[in-house]
């Protein structure tokens, strides 16, 4: 499943033979009218979830290439979303270039909460595991947490050391430890309940654009614009705030 510039969605085969064609097996279903920053399949193979610089994001049905729902509410690009992590996935979160964060119901295309107490792009937005809260990170150099239950943010993740911005966050397995990938090439380890920072990551030798925490929770993956990919364990995180720690 691919986003891009192009204004399209589309999806290729995770399996076909080596003789086959890949561009000829490629399938585009959601078309927007400006770029798409995000997608996503939903629960169901069979549907998948878009945001797009035309401050939309969108439902489709993967045969038929249909929209099935569109979801309008944010004043400028949409740059990111994530699905609710129960099994129902009836709601997803999306945030943007007009600072707010947006809770959808998928069914009725409507916004059941907004956030908005970034001071800038909201760049990234990861559900916590259980599906009662959410994490953004911003280009105003902090990440946030807000409590869907009690429908207000409950935490500030930063530091006056740093300056650039978030553009990628995600928790550990337990929703303990929140990553958060910066524009300064740095990954910041959050302690999600005390607020504070318990390690500083860096190798990248560009900005970092995307991380994932494994499905098991023993490692986790980074992407940056220095064109590599790198998975560090879980165990590795906590020497180096011992030693890199700043203040």
């Not at 399209?8 to 399938?27: G, H, I, Q, R």
């Not at 990234?124 to 259980?130: I, Q």
């Not at 959410?134 to 006056?160: P, W």
């Not at 966050?169 to 318990?198: E, M, Q």
């Amino acid at each position: 499943l691919t986003s891009g510039l192009d204004n399209k969605c589309s999806v290729y085969p995770l399996t076909f033979d080596k003789n086959e064609n890949m561009a000829a097996k490629k399938k585009s279903v959601a078309m927007h009218t400006n770029y798409l920053s995000a997608c996503s399949f939903t629960n169901s193979d069979m549907q998948i979830l878009t945001a797009s610089g035309d401050g939309t994001c969108a439902l489709w049905d993967v045969e038929s290439g249909q929209l099935l729902q569109s979801f309008h509410g944010h004043g400028a690009d949409v740059l990111c979303l994530d699905l609710a992590p129960s099994e129902t996935g009836n709601t997803f979160v999306s945030g943007g270039c007009d600072k707010k964060a947006m809770v959808w119901d998928m069914r009725s295309g409507q916004c059941v909460q907004a956030f908005e107490t970034h001071e800038s792009d909201i760049n990234s937005v990861r559900y916590y595991p259980s599906g009662d809260a959410f994490a953004s990170g911003s280009d105003d150099a902090t990440c946030r947490l807000y409590d869907l239950r009690a429908d207000r943010e409950v935490a500030i993740y930063s530091k006056e050391s740093i300056i650039f911005g978030a553009s990628s966050v995600d928790f550990s397995l337990s929703g303990r430890l929140l990553f958060a990938g910066y524009n300064d090439y740095t990954i910041n380890v959050w302690d999600v309940l005390k607020g504070s920072r318990v390690s500083i990551l860096f190798g990248h030798e560009n900005r970092v654009s995307t991380l994932r925490v494994s499905p098991d929770g023993t490692a986790f993956c980074s992407g940056s614009w220095d064109h590599t990919l790198r998975v560090r364990g879980m165990v590795f995180c906590f020497p180096v705030c011992e030693r890199r720690e700043d203040g």
